[in-house]
């Protein structure tokens, strides 16, 4: 039979009733599928193809939204839109005003709980499975964890509240991989399940033994395999998992769908939480991504019939310039350490791991520890820098204020994809590092516009007369010509156009919003309102120099790309206050929270901090009078 997706996707065909030597094929038309639209669009693709069958085979057994789906990160649910009504939308995949690369409650019913940081299933589903017997409402609930996602702690506080919940379901898709090789003891063990000859040889023996047995057909084996008896307990090893409540079936292979539906089913069975544990391959049927799943993990769009070399340097980015600086740095200085929480390339710590590999630590995807960690190393006299992204930075607030801050441990924060990010959406803008950073006055934080200025204050950062807490935030991607002509001046701010006149009016932006300011102020100077332009370098503690620079001036504004509510808006605004400052202020940023999927010009138009909606804005207000 030919597109069997189409009839499903049509309604012609059901999935539940598809006769079972048919879903292979559903399979391999949704890899096609998967392929040629994330080709298209970018996205994620191998963790994607990884989890087909895995489900199709939820989606056979389990009927959403009764029964609840909880994906962990949420970026490899794309065949579970597929099968939920949303196929139709897969070409506005993570752009503006389309579908969404993450799991969202407000997108579907079938979503069950909102995704895009790891870790977090296991406890949605602890409280969704509860709520349900709270309310004696049926339905099973599956948490889908990746192996990455395990070594985060979270995971663990869920698994220390499951009880007796027998509608809660735990699927581990163990593909090896986090999004590069996965890391550390919990990556280790799980290998040790897969692999461990007891383990295998005892599974084997039994299987063998059943098999010879006449009288014990497939269903009695199965039964006995999959069952909590005293038989099977005293077979197989003891897991971790079953010590914790569960029960624990597995490793099965997570594209076998007669094995993946038989457990599924079996599951409904149960009267305690069951553990299923699967082996994937990430990128599967898709030969690239199979032999290099990491350059397939996040994609733009790309060429199927002409793939990038995947051996080929990265591209040119604020990560790069921060890894390959600080890698040259720690020749100079055998204390500098670098920390990072499952993301050494996009972080572009691989420069150091390869030239420092005692003193690089991948962590896992555990940016908590990787700060409280970084704070012991500190403590120590060691010189850490942990590099995060900035919407990551949020699960180690309270770890900067409790284990970094009050000592003042010698800490430096590379933050990265701070400000708008395109295409992941609400879960992964960097907003909130300013504002978070900026509550501690002692605590500098850094914003350079170019590689120049990064280059500068991330060295003058690390050198011995910079110690404690201190941050320097910077853009996903490469720096754009306009400001890379700015250069670095080396100051905290600095004025960088001058409109010539007794100017009646200041703009006042950082990173990369500098571009639109610069853009704007030029565009209303030529119109006959003149503006100066100051690009601030140090946002905190903010320069006293341009607080008293401003107050010559009759209207301030400021803009940027952080949420307003503690930002250097807000501080500045305060600055001017405390010194009677009369004319007039405004600041604009972003909102917190919902900030939609799109690219970052879009973003900064729709929140008019795009040159034409600053233009805009300087101009209405002055018509107020
Ligand atoms: C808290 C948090 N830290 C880091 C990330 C970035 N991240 C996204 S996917 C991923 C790896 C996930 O690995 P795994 O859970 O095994 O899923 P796989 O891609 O292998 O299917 C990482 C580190 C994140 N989304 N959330
Ligand atoms: C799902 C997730 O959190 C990451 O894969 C993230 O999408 C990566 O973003 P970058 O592509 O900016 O590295
Ligand atoms: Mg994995």
């Keep these: 039979m030919q597109n069997i997706l189409d009839k499903i996707l049509s309604g012609e065909l059901q999935l539940k009733g598809l006769p079972a030597d048919r879903l292979d094929q559903l399979c391999a038309e949704i890899r096609g599928f998967l392929i040629e639209h994330v080709s298209r669009t970018g996205g994620h693709l191998s963790s994607n193809l990884g989890t087909v069958e895995l489900t199709?085979?939820?989606?056979?057994?389990?009927?959403?939204?009764?029964?609840?789906?909880?994906?962990?990160?949420?970026?490899?649910?794309?065949?579970?839109?597929?099968?939920?009504?949303?196929?139709?939308?897969?070409?506005?995949?993570?752009?503006?005003?389309?579908?969404?690369?993450?799991?969202?409650?407000?997108?579907?019913?079938?979503?069950?709980?909102?995704?895009?940081?790891?870790?977090?299933?296991?406890?949605?589903?602890?409280?969704?499975?509860?709520?349900?017997?709270?309310?004696?409402?049926?339905?099973?609930?599956?948490?889908?964890?990746?192996?990455?996602?395990?070594t985060g702690g979270m995971v663990y506080e869920g698994m220390n509240n499951i009880d007796t919940l027998d509608n809660l379901v735990v699927v581990l898709n163990d593909n090896k991989m986090s999004i590069s090789k996965n890391v550390g003891s919990v990556s280790r063990y799980l290998t040790s399940l897969r692999t461990s000859p007891s383990y295998h040889t005892a599974k084997h023996r039994t299987e063998d033994i059943l098999d010879k047995t006449p009288v014990v057909g497939r269903y009695i084996k199965e039964a006995l395999v999959y069952s909590k008896s005293v038989l099977r307990r005293s077979i197989y090893n003891s897991t971790f998992f079953e010590e914790m409540g569960f029960q624990y079936l597995g490793p099965l292979d997570g594209h076998d769908l007669e094995d993946l539906i038989a457990a599924f089913s079996s599951a409904k069975e149960y009267d305690s939480p069951l553990f299923l544990h699967i082996e994937t391959v990430k990128g599967k049927g898709f030969t690239p991504a199979e032999r290099n799943p990491a350059a397939f993990h996040g994609v733009g769009a790309f060429d199927t019939r002409n793939l990038p070399d995947p051996d080929e340097p990265m591209n040119d980015s604020f990560s790069e310039a921060m890894g390959s600086t600080l890698a040259d740095f720690a020749d100079t200085d055998s204390r500098v350490c670098a920390v990072t929480a499952a993301m050494k390339y996009a972080t572009g710590l691989h420069h150091f791991s390869k030239k420092h590999r005692d003193r690089f630590f991948d962590v896992g995807m555990a940016e908590q520890h990787a700060v409280t960690f970084a704070a012991g190393l500190a403590v120590e006299g060691m010189r850490p820098l942990v590099a995060l992204y900035s919407t990551f930075f949020q699960r180690s607030y309270d770890q900067f204020i409790h284990d970094v801050n009050l000592q003042k441990a010698d800490v430096l924060f590379a933050i990265d994809r701070a400000g708008l990010v395109p295409g992941d959406g609400e879960t992964h803008q960097g907003i909130y590092d300013v504002a978070f950073f900026s509550q501690f006055e002692d605590v500098p934080?850094?914003?350079?516009?170019?590689?120049?200025?990064?280059?500068?204050?991330?060295?003058?950062?690390?050198?011995?007369?910079?110690?404690?807490?201190?941050?320097?935030?910077?853009?996903?991607?490469?720096?754009?010509?306009?400001?890379?002509?700015?250069?670095?001046?080396?100051?905290?701010?600095?004025?960088?156009?001058?409109?010539?006149?007794?100017?009646?009016?200041?703009?006042?932006?950082?990173?990369?919003?500098?571009?639109?300011?610069?853009?704007?102020?030029?565009?209303?100077t030529a119109e006959g309102l003149p503006v100066d332009v100051y690009k601030v370098t140090r946002l905190n503690p903010l320069p006293e120099k341009l607080v008293l620079l401003l107050c010559a001036y009759s209207r301030v504004y400021t803009a940027e790309d952080a949420i307003v509510s503690g930002s250097l808006g807000a501080h500045l605004g305060l600055a001017l206050q405390r010194r009677d400052y009369a004319g007039r202020y405004r600041s604009r940023g972003l909102p917190a929270g919902h900030i939609d999927h799109a690219e970052v010009p879009q973003l900064q138009k729709m929140y008019g901090l795009d040159r034409d909606g600053i233009i805009k804005w300087i101009k209405d207000d002055g018509k107020r009078g």
């Design 56 to 150: 199709v085979a939820l989606h056979r057994v389990f009927t959403t939204p009764q029964d609840a789906i909880v994906f962990d990160v949420g970026h490899q649910c794309y065949t579970h839109k597929i099968l939920t009504g949303r196929a139709g939308r897969f070409d506005t995949l993570r752009r503006a005003g389309g579908l969404s690369g993450f799991p969202n409650r407000e997108e579907s019913p079938h979503d069950a709980f909102i995704a895009g940081h790891g870790n977090t299933a296991l406890s949605a589903a602890v409280g969704i499975a509860r709520a349900k017997k709270l309310k004696g409402e049926p339905g099973t609930v599956v948490a889908v964890i990746g192996d990455g996602a395990f």
């Design 445 to 524: 934080l850094y914003a350079p516009c170019n590689y120049a200025e990064l280059r500068f204050w991330l060295l003058r950062l690390l050198s011995p007369q910079c110690s404690g807490p201190r941050a320097i935030r910077y853009p996903k991607g490469a720096e754009c010509r306009e400001l890379a002509a700015l250069g670095c001046s080396g100051e905290p701010f600095d004025c960088v156009l001058h409109s010539g006149a007794e100017a009646p009016v200041a703009l006042v932006s950082y990173g990369l919003l500098t571009r639109e300011a610069l853009a704007a102020g030029r565009a209303l």
